[in-house]
């Protein structure tokens, strides 16, 4: 009886100590929003028109912040993507010829979800679901 005892106890204890060194699916660490600055800037106040943002990622967990965070890059007007502004894989955004008015950055990060596929595209070229997405705005003279 009593080795019965012990060996429920061992088994409950081990059990627990399983479940909580392996945690679960609900404390995973998860990108909760993502910030881009500068917010808004116009072109005509950098060297070359080029101007660097910066996407930073802000998650459930620590590290909390995450500067920079590395993110996908695209560009709109009017909720529409746009080739009036170009800019890089690592953020550095540059106005075409002729191009006039403002225009959003959209920077974003895929939050991977057990397998779930995405086909819908967003204005910035971003899938349409499972994306954070951060903005700013950029001038163009």
Request: proline share 6%; glycine share 12%; with cysteine.
């Amino acid at each position: 009886m009593r080795l019965a005892y012990f060996l429920s106890v061992i088994s409950f204890g081990t059990l627990t100590f399983l479940t909580l060194a392996c945690g679960n699916s609900s404390s995973q660490r998860e990108l909760q929003t993502v910030s881009v600055s500068p917010a808004s800037v116009d072109a005509k106040n950098y060297p070359s028109g080029q101007v660097q943002f910066t996407a930073t990622g802000t998650y459930n967990t620590s590290p909390i912040t995450v500067t920079p965070l590395q993110a996908s890059w695209g560009v709109a007007q009017n909720n529409a993507p746009t080739t009036g502004v170009s800019i890089s894989s690592g953020g550095l955004a540059q106005c075409a010829s002729g191009a006039v008015g403002t225009y959003s950055i959209g920077a974003w990060d895929v939050m991977h979800t057990n397998g779930a596929t995405c086909t819908l595209i967003g204005p910035y070229g971003e899938p349409g679901c499972n994306a954070v997405l951060g903005t700013g705005q950029l001038t163009c003279p």
